[in-house]
Nanobody, 120 residues
Framework: QVQLVESGGGLVQPGGSLRLSCAAS????????MNWYRQTPGKQRELVAG???????NYADSVKGRFTISRDNAKNTVYLQMNSLKPEDTAVYYC??????????????WGQGTQVTVSS
């Protein structure tokens, strides 16, 4: 009933920029926190950045000052602007959102992931 679809990944040179988008669709009553995670082979998925419904943000230390998370509530979309990219930012990036469809119950949904590769 609810889908999160990411876009914007790809191959970029070190020092370059990418902008990821994640759009939620389906039976949505409200959306709470929206987050970006990333995962590399053999490692646990890690939180990169998060934003509350009110716009409060938090970032992993490794991306502070380089990445910016934002959201457009009218479009049910969260963005991740990634600047000054480094090879160690290479990963599959996933979005995650807390969504209520009917009533007070909130579920966490995940997107399918988008590959970001930083390489010369």
């Amino acid at each position: 009933q609810v889908q999160l679809v990411e876009s914007g990944g790809g191959l970029v040179q070190p020092g370059g920029s990418l902008r990821l988008s994640c759009a939620a669709s389906g039976s949505i009553f409200s959306i709470g926190a929206m987050n970006w995670y990333r995962q590399t082979p053999g490692k646990q998925r890690e939180l990169v950045a998060g934003i509350t419904s009110g716009g409060k943000t938090n970032y992993a230390d490794s991306v502070k000052g380089r990445f910016t998370i934002s959201r457009d509530n009218a479009k049910n979309t969260v963005y991740l602007q990634m600047n000054s990219l480094k090879p160690e930012d290479t990963a599959v990036y996933y979005c995650n959102a807390e969504i209520s469809s009917v009533g007070p119950l909130v579920y966490k949904y995940w997107g399918q992931g988008t590959q970001v590769t930083v390489s010369s």
